[in-house]
C-alpha cells in the first residue's frame, strides 16, 4: 500500500522522534508497503524484548497494533497467567499489548508514546515474572 504524501510526512516525523529517543533501536520494515517498527526494549532488570508496532493503512487516524515480537524466554500462554493489558494473540502468534483504548486513539498521537506506554507493560510484565504479582498491580488503566 503506497502511503499518501501526508502520511509520508508524518511517517518522517515519527521516524526522526523514534531516532530521537530510542537511537540505534529501531528497524523499519517494508517502509513503503506493509509497514512494520521493531523496537529492541531493554528492561530495569537488564532483559531485551523487541516490541513490534503494525502501522494501520489510515494511518494515523486508526490505533496501530503492538506485540511483543522477541523476549528473553517464551511469553507464557495468555489463560497460563493472569495477563492483563494484553489483547490474545495476532496471526503471526505474538502476544498483542493494549496501550490505548481506540475510543481514545487519535490522530496526535505518536509512536513514541505507543512506545512509552509499552516499555511500562514490559516493566510491570517482569514484576509480575518475578513477584506473581499481576500486570494490573503494577499498572493502571490505560
Not at 21 to 48: A, C, E, H, R
Not at 114 to 121: G, I, N, Q
Request: hydrophobic share 35%.
Amino acid at each position: 500500500m503506497p502511503w499518501t504524501p501526508d502520511q509520508r510526512q508524518r511517517l518522517a516525523v515519527e521516524k526522526d522522534i523514534l531516532e530521537k529517543y530510542f537511537p540505534g533501536k529501531v528497524k523499519w520494515v517494508d517502509p513503503t508497503g506493509n509497514t512494520k517498527l521493531d523496537v529492541t526494549m531493554i528492561t530495569n532488570s537488564n532483559q531485551t524484548y523487541c516490541l513490534r508496532l503494525y502501522v494501520p493503512a489510515d494511518f494515523p487516524n486508526s490505533l496501530p497494533v503492538m506485540v511483543v515480537k522477541s523476549s528473553p524466554r517464551p511469553m507464557p500462554n495468555l489463560g497460563d497467567w493472569r495477563a492483563s493489558h494484553t489483547l490474545g494473540r495476532n496471526d503471526e502468534g505474538f502476544i498483542e499489548i493494549c496501550h490505548y483504548r481506540s475510543s481514545h486513539w487519535n490522530g496526535m498521537h505518536t509512536f513514541y508514546e505507543v512506545f512509552v506506554k509499552d516499555r511500562l507493560w514490559l516493566e510491570a510484565y517482569e514484576g509480575h515474572i518475578s513477584t506473581g504479582n499481576s500486570i494490573d498491580y503494577y499498572l493502571g488503566h490505560m
